[in-house]
């Protein structure tokens, strides 16, 4: 009795892909369409030696165009048609019903054909990918049916896993870590046991142990809201306001930061990292603990900035400065939580600069006071090149001075009262001109500002 060449299987699989249409054997398709189990009984001995030779490639061919492609109108790759064997689809290569069905689509033709759960290991890796989508599909009707059991005896018991740490990320602090992290665990262990009870057979002592674990969950909740209530309104307790800035504004800094402050104990922002935490409303709280700390009549904050502090320093107590928080919290981070040291003066003017231009013309104002102690006078002030030029009227000799670094570099000689020393740091300019030099040298800029006027009124008027 001759042996079938294909099954019925194969014979189906040949006869929906494109391999055997592109084979230049249009006789072994009419033989599989007219034949419902071709032999090689059937076959002249050319066709036969063929077909023996070629067998193997072609099955293999046949199965390497097809891919898996999700069920029409879903994402899904495996329809499940339910229990009622009257709503199952036949199998379009074994014709078998089938209630988990699988849609595999040809690389080079585009036709989607439907396959059973057996026959689609006819089709290699597709195949196991679809068997392992299949499974899954079981497996989660399997757990949807626990889960529906277990919320009858534990109401809200999916919702509660699945949101667990959103209470706190409602709070409006940044919790210590030796109180978050309990509530942290408690949660992975409470997800832990929901995951047990879905994976297997339902027992009483799982269920009983995450009620117990739900009920630790409400009394940890009560004792954290407790904590937030009694330190929301402290000056040093991180804030979600704080949290959210340091995210924004220093990323790379914000797990180190963030890391520190929930490590303190208290969870409370230390001197360590004072200085880093520009956000607002921190800053107005930090402005205020400064101004109560530090003698006011040494130095008064009197409002915040994107970065820092807007001070004024005594005597000049009509100057405003601006000095940065991150120098400003590094030197005197200390006074903010009451211990008082050294207050240097000389510090914070090496480190401020005037702020906003009528502060410029303050401080020029002073020095011109302080000058005419020490015998000098500033003979011109360059605005728009940013020069001043200073006279020594017993020399008779004129020195000249980037305007913003002579106000920076000597203002602190202007506020500690030390003329003498204003008056050697001026002394020591090497840009120094003798009266006839002077003379000339301003002689030269007026002819070439003119110059320069004359040329651009040309180009203006063609």
């Not at 495996?78 to 199998?91: A, F, H, P, V």
């Not at 942290?184 to 994976?199: D, M, P, Q």
């Not at 914000?254 to 402050?261: A, E, T």
């Not at 240097?344 to 502060?359: A, G, H, K």
Request: aromatic share 10%; proline share 2%; with cysteine.
């Amino acid at each position: 009795m001759s042996k079938k060449i294909f099954t019925k299987k194969e014979t189906s699989k040949l006869l929906h892909s494109e391999t055997i249409k592109h084979s230049d054997l249009p006789w072994l398709i009419e033989l599989l369409e007219d034949k419902k189990g071709l032999k090689y009984s059937d076959l002249d001995t050319t066709q036969s030696q063929l077909i023996k030779e070629m067998r193997s490639d072609l099955l293999m061919n046949s199965t390497e165009e097809w891919i898996v492609t999700k069920v029409p109108n879903s994402n899904q790759l495996t329809l499940d048609l339910g229990q009622n064997e009257q709503e199952w689809k036949k199998c379009q290569l074994c014709g078998t019903k089938n209630r988990y069905i699988h849609f595999i689509k040809n690389k080079i033709s585009n036709v989607v054909i439907n396959v059973g759960s057996e026959c689609i290991e006819e089709f290699g890796d597709i195949g196991r990918n679809a068997l392992k989508d299949r499974r899954k599909l079981v497996s989660n009707q399997i757990k949807n049916k626990r889960l529906l059991k277990l919320l009858e005896i534990v109401p809200k018991a999916k919702s509660r896993i699945e949101h667990w740490n959103r209470f706190l990320d409602e709070l409006d602090i940044v919790l210590p870590s030796n109180i978050e992290d309990p509530y942290i665990k408690l949660g992975k262990n409470a997800e832990k046991v929901f995951k047990s009870i879905l994976n297997k057979r339902q027992s009483q002592k799982e269920i009983q142990l995450l009620r117990n674990i739900f009920l630790k969950q409400e009394k940890l909740g009560g004792k954290i809201k407790q904590y937030v209530d009694s330190n929301i309104n402290q000056t040093f307790v991180m804030t979600k306001e704080i949290d959210y800035w340091l995210k924004r504004n220093k990323p790379s800094d914000y797990s180190r930061i963030k890391g520190f402050v929930k490590g303190t104990g208290n969870g409370f922002i230390t001197s360590e990292v004072l200085y880093e935490i520009n956000e607002p409303i921190f800053l107005e709280k930090l402005a205020h603990q400064y101004n109560k700390n530090i003698n006011s009549n040494l130095m008064r904050i009197e409002k915040i900035t994107d970065s820092g502090f807007v001070i004024s320093v005594y005597p000049f107590f009509h100057i405003s400065l601006e000095i940065s928080n991150r120098l400003f919290s590094k030197k005197y981070g200390s006074f903010a939580f009451e211990k008082r040291a050294e207050f240097d003066i000389e510090y914070l003017l090496n480190n401020s600069r005037y702020y906003q231009r009528s502060n410029q013309e303050n401080l020029i104002n002073e020095f011109k006071i302080a000058l005419r102690n020490i015998e000098m006078k500033i003979e011109t002030i360059d605005a728009k090149n940013k020069r001043i030029d200073i006279k020594c009227l017993p020399l008779n000799k004129y020195f000249r001075f980037d305007l913003e670094k002579f106000i920076e570099n000597f203002k602190k000689h202007l506020y500690s009262n030390s003329y003498s020393k204003l008056q050697s740091e001026i002394l020591k300019n090497n840009n120094a001109f003798n009266e006839k030099e002077y003379k000339n040298l301003i002689k030269r800029e007026k002819e070439i500002k003119e110059a320069y006027n004359e040329d651009r009124s040309k180009v203006i008027s063609r």
